[in-house]
């Protein structure tokens, strides 16, 4: 046990208080000759895609200024060329970004010198590699807050609309950012009298469909060059927890995120248990100035801390611990509550009571990882793109040169017409084994967030509730995943049943299969981009398979493709028969099919409770 609890203290009590030293990894790496970046191989932060394979350019441009963009679409459309567009830390679990072995990447690394706040007209304008956490400062710095944000900002301003990246939130216009974007500028193919690119302007005013394609796109219009969001006067966020027991929360779930603007809650499925995050805005008269420091997401640790964490769960799934998993898992829980979970009252005394009362921009994201990025260079004496020699120099958790964790992270979102149906239906497979259901616990248990309804074309049709999913996963082709039968049929389960879509950034495999038809209008979409981009120079095989063009799916069969969410078995063959893997009806949604361990002599179909 005295591993789990090294493993406690260092997801705790470790904040950003060491020496920042090795600089994220780069998404785009290539062979450099004669000034021209070739052969290129584009990563995702944990270095893991979903489908275990590479993701690889021809060629990799890193412009500054629109012109040179425009110049590089030019270039890529004159040749023929595929285009895919990158931000600097390429967070996607998915093939969004993946171009093709012929194809051009354009990397916004160092695309992010404009932010200009309009103090009149309560908007900001920014180049799109900007980082989220500068677009925010920067209003607040003129008294104006974005009043949506995802929970992590370190994302760049274009990733972040491009995929519907959210916060939580169904009051007013809700918690997408996208829904605050006014007007953008994207780089678009042209013919050749048009020198084979250009730059279209779009606002809701001037061209209302073409907005509403544009501002959740998946980056298949076009390149963004520019954004502008609106804002508004600046505001303080008051934040309190309290734990409670499950028991009836399908029934008051809906009540509580009406009533707290930015109400989120993290469901400990495995212990009955619900954390409530009572999220509200308050006037920045109110006495506070706490901060954001959620221990979860970003910030700094060290490498040898990050290794450790990944070592211990590594231990617990090829040991099948699951009293030490679910032992740790009920501390973590519990000492959530006591310590703020990472929000502090004041970032040098740390936290001390409930509510915690911050600025919106010291409080509606957090991070720090990330920051050094844009001022220090590697040292190659301590990291390279490639390595880190030094375990005590500070990273990303999910730095892909650390053997850290490595996972799905799934982010479900069902109507919340049927959440009600839906929470029951989870707690019939909890009820099953209740500690299978521990690992989803230990990054901050199933998270449920909330987003409103969109006119975007591929946004919500109506308000939904998210379920998201969090699990190791195995990184070598045909392993089995311990206990992932189980989280298959809930995710099934959800979409399948309940009516749910996936978040166009996180993982979902064949998951994402038909989704697209359940946004507010995929037609409409399908017609803006024909008439932007018709011959799909911005697309790949990914979207075009999640968005249904020309028949494709994102289904791929092959021996051992429903073990890594590929495919929905369908045959023994899908999952692993060899280690005694097969294909099986679900527990409890008999419609799925999962890939379970079966070691009875018969591979008929098999009856009694889910197996450790």
């Keep these: 046990m005295a591993r789990g609890k ?76 595929k285009i895919k567009v990158v931000s600097r830390f390429s967070h996607s679990l998915t093939h969004l970004v993946c171009v093709g072995e012929d194809g051009l990447i354009i990397s916004t690394k160092d695309y992010d010198s404009k932010i200009h706040v309009n103090k009149s007209a309560m908007t900001i304008t920014v180049d799109p590699g900007v980082m989220m956490r500068d677009v925010i400062d920067a209003a607040a710095e003129e008294g104006l807050a974005l009043t949506a944000m995802i929970y992590w900002d370190g994302v760049s301003a274009a990733g972040v609309v491009s995929t519907g990246a959210h916060g939580s939130g169904i009051i007013g216009r809700g918690s997408a950012v996208h829904e605050y974007v006014r007007g953008l500028r994207i780089v678009v193919p042209a013919p050749a009298e048009e020198s084979y690119a250009k730059v279209v302007r779009i606002s809701r005013e001037e061209n209302e469909e073409e907005f509403n394609a544009a501002v959740l796109s998946l980056g298949v219009l076009g390149a963004i060059s520019e954004i502008t969001f609106g804002l508004e006067p600046m505001f303080k966020r008051s934040v309190s927890m309290k734990l409670v027991d499950d028991d009836g929360m399908e029934d008051m779930i809906i009540d509580f995120v009406k009533k707290h603007e930015f109400a989120d809650a993290w ?102 990882c990330q920051h050094y990025s844009h001022t220090q260079e590697p040292n190659p004496m301590i990291c390279t793109p490639d390595r880190i020699l030094d375990q005590n120099q500070s990273i990303c958790s999910w730095d892909r040169r650390a053997n850290g964790v490595k996972g799905f992270d799934l982010e479900i979102y069902v109507p919340l017409r049927n959440l009600r149906e839906a929470i029951l239906d989870m707690k019939k497979i909890r009820d099953l084994n209740p500690q299978s259901l521990c690992e989803l616990e230990f990054v901050e248990g199933v998270t449920m967030r909330t987003v409103k309804k969109s006119e975007a074309f591929l946004g919500h049709s109506e308000d939904v509730i998210t379920f998201e999913f969090e699990y190791l996963r195995s990184t070598h082709w045909g392993t089995p995943k311990w206990n992932m039968d189980i989280y298959d049929e809930i995710e099934q389960m959800l979409v399948e049943k309940h009516g749910a879509t996936l978040h166009w950034g996180k993982s979902g495999g064949y998951l994402f299969d038909g989704t697209g038809r359940r946004a507010v209008s995929l037609d409409k979409f399908v017609q803006v981009k024909n008439r932007m981009d018709p011959h799909g120079v911005f697309s790949n095989d990914w979207t075009d398979g999640v968005l249904g063009i020309g028949g494709k799916t994102v289904q791929v069969f092959r021996d051992g493709c429903g073990l890594h969410k590929m495919c929905k078995c369908s045959e023994d063959r899908h999952c692993a028969p060899h280690k005694g893997y097969f294909c099986r009806p679900g527990r409890v949604w008999k419609e799925a099919r999962v890939c379970r361990q079966d070691t009875s002599s018969s591979k008929s179909g098999e009856k009694g409770e889910y197996t450790l």
Excluded at 328 to 337: D, H, I, K, W, Y
């Design 6 to 81: 090294s493993v406690i203290a260092v997801f705790f009590f470790f904040f950003n208080t060491i020496s920042l030293a090795c600089v994220p990894p780069p998404a785009v790496e290539c062979i450099s000759d004669y000034g021209c970046a070739e052969s290129c191989e584009i990563f995702n932060s944990q270095g893991v895609w979903e489908d275990l394979g590479s993701c690889r350019a021809a060629a990799a441009v890193f412009p500054r200024t629109e012109a040179e963009l425009v110049l590089a679409v030019a270039t890529a459309v004159k040749q023929k060329q």
């Design 267 to 368: 469901w400990y499925l495995a212990h009955g248990k619900l954390l409530l995050m009572e999220i509200d805005r308050v006037g920045v008269d109110v006495n506070g100035n706490g901060v954001n420091k959620l221990q979860q997401l970003g910030q700094p640790t060290s490498v040898a801390e990050a290794e450790e964490i990944g070592t211990t769960l590594n231990m617990i799934e090829s040991t099948r611990a699951t009293t030490l998993l679910c032992n740790l898992t009920e501390t973590m829980m519990n000492a959530r509550v006591s310590t703020g979970a990472g929000f502090l009252n004041d970032e040098n005394l740390g936290f001390l009571k409930y509510p915690v009362i911050g600025f919106n921009n010291r409080m509606q994201a957090t991070g720090g």
